[in-house]
């Protein structure tokens, strides 16, 4: 279906104009009506419920933080309002507290009702299978899920794939504290949140319910977080004690998301990760 015709058929008006913009998996752009109102659009020509997954968490995340207001959604496109960027010097303190009354939302299990996307990775989420220990749910459904991915698209090597498996023994020491499920954004980097002169909102989301401190791992890894990022966080819903020792094991699992995605650039992070929580 064309993009004109969607815009017709569910908000009613004709496109003034529109602009691409790079968002990776989905087609998406700025798309001026002829009311001169701004809308975002994220375009795929399959049908698939992928979008209407996205827009089922934005939703979700929007009772508890800011996000683009959810126009439409099909299996063909989202729309979502258009945020217009720009300088807003209180981005990153909006950004940890928002994050904290997040996680503050809980859960009696582990995972999601559905399971999602991290990237262009599937992303199981234990549907149904009532997961209450989140060690199990974090090797079964995140790092052994990425470790034979990884394992099958030849990303290792013998030595490697044995050194990965051997990581489950670890867990039940490094998270033998009472670890309850909070809602999470799932893939927190700096490309992942937009502000305006007022507010800040999250994007681009890969949400379930797991332990709040893996939302934090890309933000080590890739920048675009300050101190007031981490200090307005923890003013509002500090963090268990041993969170720097944990720091690698939350890292592990999206380095092997991108080492699955974008190859052998990112297997020196992956194992060196892995070394670390094994020494």
């Not at 954004?185 to 949140?193: A, C, E, F, K, P």
């Amino acid at each position: 279906m064309l993009l004109n015709q969607l815009i017709q058929q569910h908000l009613g008006q004709q496109i003034k104009s529109s602009d691409p913009i790079s968002t990776g998996i989905f087609n998406a752009y700025q798309v001026t009506l002829a009311n001169g109102k701004m809308v975002f659009i994220k375009y795929q020509n399959n049908s698939n419920d992928l979008l209407i997954k996205e827009a089922r968490e934005l939703t979700l995340l929007s009772q508890f933080i800011k996000t683009p207001a959810v126009l439409i959604s099909t299996q063909y496109c989202l729309i979502l309002e258009w945020i217009e960027s720009s300088y807003n010097p209180h981005t990153q303190s909006q950004l940890g507290e928002q994050l904290a009354n997040l996680h503050q939302q809980k859960s009696t299990y582990f995972g999601f009702e559905f399971d999602n996307k991290i990237g262009d990775t599937f992303q199981p989420n234990a549907a149904d299978k009532k997961i209450t220990n989140w060690a199990e749910f974090y090797w079964q459904y995140r790092l052994l899920f990425q470790i034979d991915l990884a394992n099958k698209n030849n990303h290792l090597n013998s030595a490697d794939y044995r050194l990965l498996r051997s990581l489950e023994t670890k867990l039940p020491d490094l998270l033998d504290f009472k670890i309850t499920p909070s809602l999470l954004h799932g893939d927190l980097w700096s490309g992942n949140y937009i502000s305006n002169q007022h507010d800040t909102y999250f994007i681009d989301t890969a949400c379930y319910y797991g332990h709040r401190e893996i939302d934090f791992a890309l933000s080590f890894m890739f920048g675009g977080f300050s101190a007031e990022f981490y200090s307005s966080y923890q003013a509002h819903y500090p963090l268990d004690s041993g969170f720097e020792q944990r720091k690698p094991l939350y890292m592990l699992y999206h380095y092997l998301n991108h080492l699955n995605i974008f190859g052998s650039g990112y297997h020196t992070n992956t194992m060196h990760c892995a070394k670390q929580l094994l020494d």
